[in-house]
């Protein structure tokens, strides 16, 4: 039996916002939360019941205890994370309404991740594991981070490890010729593979189409048994390759609160099904998890094993006495 559930490996990070109506320039003060794209998904998890752990290395001082504290009280457990000299990766986030966008600025280069070497990480660990899980967001990192995640990729497959990918693509953080370069050796050995629909054509170099032909050239770049394609308000589609299943989940209603770290909790719905032997069920958690992400503030989802299944069986709404 694997030590957990899942693993994953990536960089922490607060996320520093400010509010719709107020430009960075001009800000006098932040709303600050926990974020790390992997973190988000192995914390989600813990908090639905599963054994995760978090590889990463962050600054010994407080701003990196801070992260630390966020993913202990999800449940993650935190005994690879490497403790350093160095600075703790930012990222700022300014809210907008119409017609501007919201708008995020990354403060990532030399933090304490970025140096993390492969004689660092503890492999055992990583790989005492049901699946790994990667993302494109560490992938976009030169140098160390980039290494890793193929290294990661590589060790995986030759220890007969599942692995999860999304492909997360960050246009502030490369081409789409270099990530597609990049991507395209990684995602070709994966287990699930997690795109969104307007990544798949950007990185995955799949030819604009109707959603299901989108889905069926992803497969045409990886082995994946499962992959999954979001689609914003459309919901999400998702297919089996083994058993040709595919289906479609419509998004649930939801009035958005926050949409930064949606994606991060649809995939781990989505995984949290898969480790569950039902990929089917986890499509329909991962339309939940999304909804439940974006009516909340953070990057850090807040639910339960409980509301999860009670929300995912729900039909119209609810009043809890």
Same mark, same amino acid.
């Not at 813990?46 to 001082?61: I, K, M, Q």
């Not at 992260?67 to 005994?79: I, N």
């Not at 999860?164 to 990684?186: C, F, G, K, Q």
């Not at 297919?239 to 995939?267: K, L, N, Q, S, Y």
């Given at each position: 039996?694997? *030590?957990?559930? $899942?693993?994953?490996?990536?960089?922490?990070? &607060?996320? &520093?916002?400010?509010?719709?109506?107020?430009? =960075?320039? *001009?800000?006098?003060?932040?709303?600050?939360?926990?974020?790390?794209?992997?973190?988000?998904?192995?914390?989600? &998890?813990?908090? $639905?019941?599963?054994?995760?752990?978090?590889?990463?290395?962050?600054?010994?001082?407080?701003?990196?205890?801070?992260?630390?504290?966020?993913?202990?009280?999800?449940?993650?457990?935190?005994?690879?994370?490497?403790?350093?000299?160095?600075?703790?990766?930012?990222?700022?986030?300014?809210?907008?309404?119409?017609? !501007?966008?919201?708008?995020?600025?990354?403060?990532?280069?030399?933090?304490?991740?970025?140096?993390?070497?492969?004689?660092?990480?503890?492999?055992?660990?990583?790989?005492?594991?049901?699946?790994?899980?990667?993302?494109?967001?560490?992938?976009? =990192?030169?140098?160390?981070?980039?290494?890793?995640?193929?290294?990661?990729?590589?060790?995986? /497959?030759?220890?007969?490890?599942?692995?999860?990918?999304?492909?997360?693509?960050?246009? !502030?953080?490369?081409?789409?010729?270099?990530?597609?370069?990049?991507?395209?050796?990684?995602?070709?050995?994966?287990?699930?593979?997690?795109?969104? /629909?307007?990544?798949?054509?950007?990185?995955?170099?799949?030819?604009?189409?109707?959603?299901?032909?989108?889905?069926?050239?992803?497969?045409?770049?990886?082995?994946?048994?499962?992959?999954?394609?979001?689609?914003?308000?459309?919901?999400?589609?998702?297919?089996? /390759?083994?058993?040709?299943?595919?289906?479609? %989940?419509?998004?649930?209603?939801?009035?958005? %609160?926050?949409?930064?770290?949606?994606?991060?909790?649809?995939?781990?719905?989505?995984?949290?099904?898969?480790?569950?032997?039902?990929?089917?069920?986890?499509?329909?958690?991962?339309?939940?998890?999304?909804?439940?992400? $974006?009516?909340?503030?953070?990057?850090?989802? $807040?639910?339960?094993?409980?509301?999860?299944?009670?929300?995912?069986?729900?039909?119209?709404?609810?009043?809890?006495?």
């Amino acid at each position: 039996m694997a *030590r957990f559930d $899942l693993t994953t490996l990536g960089e922490g990070q &607060l996320r &520093l916002c400010v509010p719709a109506g107020t430009r =960075l320039e *001009r800000a006098d003060r932040f709303d600050v939360f926990v974020s790390g794209t992997e973190g988000n998904v192995a914390s989600t &998890l813990a908090r $639905l019941g599963r054994a995760t752990g978090w590889v990463s290395a962050l600054p010994d001082a407080p701003l990196g205890r801070r992260v630390t504290a966020e993913y202990r009280l999800a449940g993650v457990d935190l005994s690879a994370v490497r403790w350093a000299e160095g600075r703790l990766a930012t990222y700022y986030v300014e809210y907008a309404v119409p017609p !501007r966008s919201i708008q995020v600025w990354f403060d990532r280069r030399d933090s304490c991740f970025t140096r993390l070497g492969a004689d660092e990480v503890d492999w055992g660990y990583l790989l005492d594991t049901r699946l790994l899980h990667l993302t494109g967001i560490t992938l976009a =990192l030169p140098g160390n981070p980039r290494a890793l995640v193929q290294e990661a990729s590589a060790r995986a /497959r030759e220890a007969g490890v599942r692995v999860s990918y999304d492909v997360n693509y960050r246009a !502030r953080l490369w081409s789409p010729e270099e990530a597609r370069r990049v991507t395209l050796p990684v995602v070709a050995g994966v287990d699930v593979l997690c795109c969104s /629909r307007g990544d798949a054509e950007t990185v995955l170099g799949v030819p604009p189409g109707e959603p299901e032909a989108v889905l069926r050239g992803m497969a045409e770049v990886t082995d994946a048994r499962y992959l999954v394609m979001s689609m914003g308000g459309d919901g999400l589609l998702g297919w089996d /390759r083994t058993t040709d299943f595919v289906e479609h %989940v419509p998004a649930r209603e939801v009035v958005i %609160v926050d949409r930064i770290g949606a994606g991060d909790a649809m995939v781990a719905g989505v995984l949290h099904g898969v480790l569950g032997g039902d990929f089917r069920r986890g499509l329909r958690y991962g339309a939940v998890c999304a909804a439940l992400s $974006l009516s909340q503030w953070g990057d850090q989802l $807040l639910t339960d094993a409980i509301e999860l299944e009670r929300l995912t069986d729900a039909r119209g709404a609810m009043i809890e006495r």
